[in-house]
């Protein structure tokens, strides 16, 4: 399902946030999440980060999103933050799912369309040094094991 909703991230933005409606490709790459940042504001992104006038007014080292929680769920939050941290970027996660998925239930017929779109959230998605390993490792698994369904041929090519 995230896979077809390249709008979906695991926190909340403030903001204008995405215009795009949530079951598309945002051309400006603001697709799934980018990996997060488990100390700070949360996410890696410089665009996800406070302003410098915000910054001047949040001072307390605490992440201001986490203020209305008490020390307790502020901990917890913390934690959910630190797991997220652990993931990286959305496209590397969701292919190694696909790909775990593909060993384990290899006559499943929504495989090929799910490693078509691992793939392309590799090129549509934010990208660090593994992503081309992962969005290559999901290419290759579609051709070789569903080489003539229309998923295999509209994917054409993986990405660095």
């Known amino acids: 399902m995230i ?15 995405r215009l795009t409606p949530l079951d598309q490709i945002d ?13 700070g504001s949360g996410t890696a992104r410089e665009a996800d980060r406070l302003s410098a006038p915000l910054e001047l007014l949040y001072r307390t080292g605490q992440d201001p999103a986490l203020e209305f929680l008490s020390p307790g769920q502020a901990g917890a939050a913390q934690h959910e933050l630190q797991r997220l941290a652990s993931l990286g970027p959305a496209p590397n996660y969701l292919s190694q799912q696909v790909t775990a998925w593909a060993q ?3 006559s499943d017929p929504r495989l090929p369309e799910a490693l ?12 660090d040094a593994d992503t081309g390993q ?9 051709h070789e094991r569903y ?3 229309p998923w295999a041929q509209k994917t054409k090519y993986w990405y660095k």
């Open 27 to 39: 051309t400006y790459r603001d697709n799934w999440w980018c990996a997060v940042d488990a100390v």
């Open 116 to 127: 078509h779109l691992a793939v392309k959230a590799t090129r549509y998605g934010c990208a």
């Open 147 to 149: 080489p003539k369904s």
């Open 3 to 17: 896979l077809r909703f390249p709008g979906l991230k695991p926190y909340v933005q403030d903001n204008v946030g």
């Open 134 to 142: 992962f969005s290559k490792a999901a290419f290759d698994l579609l």
């Open 104 to 106: 384990k239930a290899p």
